[in-house]
T-cell receptor, first 112, second 110 residues
Framework: QKEVEQDPGPLSVPEGAIVSLNCTYS??????FMWYRQYSRKGPELLMY????GNKEDGRFTAQVDKSSKYISLFIRDSQPSDSATYLC????????????FGTGTLLAVQP | DVKVTQSSRYLVKRTGEKVFLECVQD?????MFWYRQDPGLGLRLIYF???????EKGDIPEGYSVSREKKERFSLILESASTNQTSMYLC?????????FGSGTRLTVV
């Protein structure tokens, strides 16, 4: 079983839709979770991070962690064509070095 | 903002060549990382360094080595390039709650 799993998509939605992107993880010891956005031919950029359970909101983006089911989600409200990208979830494996483990990414296309 | 610069965006090399991928960061961070990114496999950690001359293997170090002689520079070396090393290579530096990535080097081995 992979440590972090993510549906690769692609996911295509009309402009203005609410988008839900999801990941599951296997190790209940994971505590920090991040979402990265990667535009085509660019490196990933940190979008949001959360600690433990609950929600965190930043503008049109909401990150949610459900530790009981080992499920993390990113919601995008009022999606825009500029949101079209690959979204990657990630978590530090733990220990002093905090190496990040990534999901495989979900490709999102927002149609104008 | 932290800037991570990878020297080449695209590289084409021949099988058996020794290949150097260079990465420079401008924020004095101790931790630097090399990942490769492949469709369906996501990002996989090759090597990382937590200080000058200090390195540790990641999940897929076979066929690679690294060098960190100065804090700002972290090099990935393909000792003898093979076609299965054709990939996108991403360098990153660590900040408090996440990594900052370079734009990547698309390496094709023919």
């Amino acid at each position: 079983q992979k440590e972090v799993e993510q549906d690769p998509g692609p996911l295509s939605v009309p402009e203005g839709a609410i988008v839900s992107l999801n990941c599951t993880y296997s190790n209940s010891a994971f505590q920090y979770f991040m979402w990265y956005r990667q535009y085509s031919r660019k490196g990933p950029e940190l979008l949001m991070y959360t600690y433990s359970s609950g929600n965190k909101e930043d503008g049109r983006f909401t990150a949610q962690v459900d530790k009981s089911s080992k499920y993390i989600s990113l919601f995008i409200r009022d999606s825009q064509p500029s949101d079209s990208a690959t979204y990657l979830c990630a978590t530090p494996r733990g220990g002093a070095t905090n190496k990040l483990i990534f999901g495989t990414g979900t490709l999102l296309a927002v149609q104008p | 903002d932290v800037k991570v610069t990878q020297s080449s965006r695209y590289l084409v090399k021949r099988t058996g060549e020794k290949v150097f991928l260079e990465c420079v960061q401008d924020m004095d961070h101790e931790n630097m990382f090399w990942y490769r990114q492949d469709p369906g496999l996501g990002l996989r950690l090759i090597y990382f360094s937590y200080d000058v001359k200090m390195k540790e293997k990641g999940d897929i170090p076979e066929g690679y080595s690294v060098s960190r002689e100065k804090k700002e520079r972290f090099s990935l070396i393909l000792e003898s390039a093979s076609t299965n090393q054709t990939s996108m290579y991403l360098c990153a530096t660590r900040q408090s709650y996440g990594y900052t990535f370079g734009s990547g080097t698309r390496l094709t081995v023919v």
